[in-house]
């Protein structure tokens, strides 16, 4: 299995821009997180999915920040508009359940800089 | 007070040492535990699940004071490999859902 894969790597955009970034969950896995890390607040859940369904987004920062899943293999998290706080490491992490027998498995992540 | 607390270190130690981090946990009625680690611009990766009656994996131990809320990794023979950040994590019922929460880490470094 490929592991749970992000896209892009890197996003460079300037204030005021949309951003989307892409998960591609392991297959099976039923459970898909978007997770965001800064050095001030480490690692912070901004919503979870199960089984395409949005289940706890009470992380999500404010209205400017979104996250679908239309298919059991791909979710996207959009801020939009971005801005200059909105900087982070991103990661999207995937699960055969809620995670409290098995863990996450995350992706490489996305680290975003807004300027 | 913070659902899950570590020391954030650093813990510099050299190569061969024992060391040993903690973790504490607020939620009395907490099931899961891990430990992740985190390497420098990277991902989390689980590191080893904790169980009650305590595990070991190698040179690593990981052991669950459920009394006393806390758990607790051991570093036998450090290698300079080990360097990485640390992650202590519960799962738990938090803001109306059973969910994995993460602390914010403890930094360990090995040097020759």
């Known amino acids: 299995d490929a592991g749970v894969i992000q896209s892009p790597r890197h996003e460079v955009t300037e204030m005021g821009q949309e951003v989307t970034l892409r998960c591609k969950p392991i297959?099976?896995?039923?459970?898909l997180f978007w997770y965001r890390q800064t050095m001030m607040r480490g690692l912070e859940l901004l919503i979870y999915?199960?089984?395409?369904?949005?289940?706890?987004d009470s992380g999500m920062p404010e209205d400017r920040f979104s996250a679908k899943m239309p298919n059991a293999s791909f979710s996207t998290l959009k801020i939009q508009p971005s801005e200059p706080r909105d900087s982070a490491v991103y990661f999207c992490a995937s699960s055969p359940d809620r995670g409290l027998s098995h863990g996450y498995t995350f992706g490489s992540g996305t680290r975003l800089t807004v300027v | 007070r913070k659902e899950v607390e570590q020391d954030p270190g650093p813990f510099n130690v050299p190569e061969g040492a024992t060391v040993a981090f903690n973790c504490t946990y607020s939620?009395?009625?907490?099931?899961?535990f891990f430990w992740y680690r985190q390497d420098c611009r990277k991902e989390p990766k689980l590191l080893m699940s904790v169980y009650s009656s305590g595990n070991e994996d190698g040179r690593f131990t990981a052991q669950l004071n459920r009394a006393s809320q806390y758990i607790s990794l051991l570093i036998r023979d450090s290698k300079l490999s080990d360097s990485a950040t640390y992650l202590c994590?519960?799962?738990?019922?938090?803001?109306?859902?059973?969910?994995?929460?993460f602390g914010a880490g403890t930094r360990l470094a090995v040097h020759p």
């Open positions: 999915f199960n089984n395409n369904v949005p289940i706890d």
């Open positions: 994590v519960v799962g738990m019922f938090s803001g109306g859902y059973n969910k994995l929460i």
């Open positions: 297959s099976g896995h039923d459970y």
């Open positions: 939620n009395s009625a907490s099931q899961s």
